[in-house]
């Protein structure tokens, strides 16, 4: 838990704090942290103690901002700073003055991971919210359609997903229902655009594919992908677009599959020049355009295509192969994708 408050509190400082305390309450749901954990995020992320309390069995327990114990029975409190987690069960911020901003959220998330650790909303609410049953596959039609009209959206309506790590960089900020979502790569910053959107600023972040509500899972899945192929600060925002079918391909496909395409396109980068030379050719359509922009001359590039096509077993440039190279080096930037690492800390930090 103390690693992942480190790496929350390195986040950058443009990244909404709200998010950033959803993201640190599913993690511990997920990690299955017991309720003493719970509290001393809830005290750290709100610079005060916090405390829990059961009827049955009667148990108090208050944890402060450094994850010791503190005796004693807590404080007057007004309503305010206190939270229901369920029948008996109430959580609290022992909290001196005028409420802090992220309060409500804070104590909003200590409810719900209370809630859920004491088996009292594991089943009926699995911890996951509208936007989490809106992009998630496996969830029935008829509850993804639900969730968007609980969300205001349009049952009829076409919308696209956003996604973003929540250390991206927000220059402009778009409308629309947001929320953090777990996923295989960590917790992502997801925002519903409708299909047209005000164009906005981020980096880095990655812009699905237009689908109807019912089906924008796959308009988030797509978003991922986009978002993976961010090559930021040039590439910062990636819409998928841009791939068109391409990236529906890569979206659905696992990311253990079998690609003889992919392995070797391995032995091409091992060269200095082999994906700057493989992005010039896909970018341009002949040999001399293709040297123009990777800034060779065209009988140096030919080379480079003759050692390309020896690596990959197919001419890069004929008939297919054009469309196996794009694939190829498309799913080559996902499996070596770092876009997702969280940055370094600031130097003496």
């Not at 838990?1 to 993690?27: H, K, N, T, W, Y």
């Not at 610079?47 to 503190?70: I, M």
């Not at 509500?213 to 899945?221: G, N, P, Q, T």
Request: proline residues 7%; aromatic residues 4%; hydrophobic residues 45%.
């Amino acid at each position: 838990m103390q690693e992942l408050l480190g790496r929350i509190a390195r986040l950058d400082p443009s990244a909404s704090l709200g998010l950033r305390v959803i993201a640190c309450f599913d993690e511990l749901v997920v990690g299955n942290v017991n309720t003493r954990g719970l509290l001393a995020a809830a005290a750290s992320l709100a610079g005060c103690s916090a405390g829990f309390r059961q009827e049955h069995p009667r148990r108090v327990l208050r944890v402060s901002p450094r994850g010791s114990v503190v005796d004693g029975d807590p404080p007057e409190l007004d309503a305010e700073f206190m939270a229901p987690a369920s029948d008996g069960l109430v959580v609290w911020l022992e909290r001196e003055g005028e409420a802090l901003p992220n309060d409500a959220i804070t104590l909003e998330r200590l409810a719900l991971a209370v809630r859920i650790r004491h088996g009292r909303g594991r089943r009926d609410h699995d911890n996951r919210r509208h936007l989490g049953l809106l992009t998630d596959l496996d969830v029935a039609a008829e509850e993804r359609i639900a969730a968007a009209v609980a969300l205001g959206l349009s049952a009829t309506g076409r919308y696209r997903v956003a996604a973003a790590p929540l250390f991206a960089v927000w220059v402009r900020h778009p409308d629309g229902p947001e929320d953090v979502i777990p996923t295989r790569h960590g917790p992502i910053h997801a925002i519903v655009l409708p299909e047209s959107y005000d164009a906005f600023e981020a980096s880095p972040c990655g812009v699905g594919m237009v689908s109807s509500v019912d089906e924008l899972h796959h308009s988030f899945r797509t978003a991922m992908v986009a978002l993976r192929l961010c090559a930021p600060p040039d590439d910062g925002l990636v819409c998928a677009d841009v791939y068109g079918g391409l990236i529906d391909m890569l979206a659905d496909t696992p990311e253990d599959a079998h690609q003889p395409d992919v392995a070797r396109m391995d032995d091409v980068a091992k060269h200095p020049w082999g994906l700057t030379t493989v992005a010039a050719i896909l970018a341009t359509q002949s040999v001399r355009e293709a040297a123009r922009r990777a800034g060779v001359h065209h009988s140096t590039l030919s080379t480079r295509v003759d050692v390309i096509s020896a690596a990959l077993g197919f001419d890069p440039l004929d008939g297919f192969g054009r469309a196996r190279l794009g694939l190829a080096y498309l799913s080559h930037r996902l499996r070596r994708s770092k876009v997702l690492d969280l940055p370094a800390p600031p130097f003496g930090t």
